[in-house]
């Protein structure tokens, strides 16, 4: 949070995978200025293209909401497991216990990554998810259980939340939905694309304004920081006040928070 606010930012979203463990410590943390909007980014899935909805100001207590979350953190944990005894049996020396102390708390393929480096045996969080190690479908790579997309759009809206489409465009990461989804997910409550982002180039990024003004929707940017697991800094990419302003008028779940 602080971080945040040094960065020169008026608001800050707090948008972990699949949980909302981090909102109480960002919400004790949050110095004079900055204001906090809790959500998730939840993992979903379409024709087996995976996919991330970020999901802002919905209400953590929603039961149905709470216990796809709660099934998805659970199957995080395991699918980590399996890779990282899959390294090991292939005579890596990464074992449960460091990727646990790279976490200190949920674990994820970035903290499997981050063992690696430990030991030498890749240079950088980038080069561990390639095909060679745990990218996606790569040589220690294991799957993950996932909602489907629609599903999940619906469990935000029903939970108050107001959905985002998390990098929708970027094709660097793997497959991507055709616009078909996308209206789709339109259809379904989907709120805003968010468009701004490191992994979007200006060819991607016009295309998706164009195709959210065709749909209704708002458009977002966003940092995606990840501490040090990845380069880009907060405050990289950002979102319009207009754009905000819609976010909090539409949810009905929770309050920003503000210092």
Not at 82 to 99: F, I, R, S
Request: contains cysteine; charged residues 25%.
């Amino acid at each position: 949070m602080r971080e945040a606010r040094d960065a020169g930012l008026d608001v800050v979203a707090l948008t972990d995978h699949d949980t909302t463990a981090g909102w109480d410590d960002a919400a004790a943390a949050l110095p004079a200025g900055l204001s906090l909007v809790r959500g998730t980014e939840l993992s979903c899935s379409r024709g087996g293209i995976s996919l991330h909805v970020l999901a802002y100001l919905f209400d953590p207590a929603e039961p149905e909401f709470a216990a796809v979350r709660r099934m998805l953190r659970e199957s995080r944990v395991s699918r980590a497991e399996h890779m990282v005894e899959m390294l090991a049996a292939d005579g890596h020396p990464v074992t449960w216990e460091q990727v646990r102390e790279h976490a200190g708390g949920t674990v994820g393929r970035p903290h499997i990554a981050r063992a690696l480096m430990t030991h030498g045996l890749v240079g950088s969080v980038s080069e561990a998810f390639g095909p060679e190690w745990i990218g996606t479908r790569g040589r220690y790579w294991v799957a993950k259980a996932e909602l489907d997309v629609i599903d999940g759009v619906r469990l935000i809206a029903g939970a108050g939340g107001v959905s985002v489409f998390a990098h929708p465009a970027a094709s660097r990461r793997g497959r991507t939905v055709g616009d078909d989804v996308i209206a789709l997910m339109a259809g379904a409550g989907l709120a805003g694309l968010e468009v701004d982002h490191i992994d979007h180039d200006e060819t991607e990024r016009a295309h998706l304004r164009g195709l959210a003004a065709e749909l209704g929707l708002l458009t977002t940017g966003s940092s995606d920081f990840h501490g040090d697991h990845k380069e880009v800094r907060l405050g990289a990419f950002l979102t319009e006040e207009s754009s905000y302003e819609e976010i909090v008028s539409r949810a009905t779940g929770l309050e920003v928070i503000a210092a």
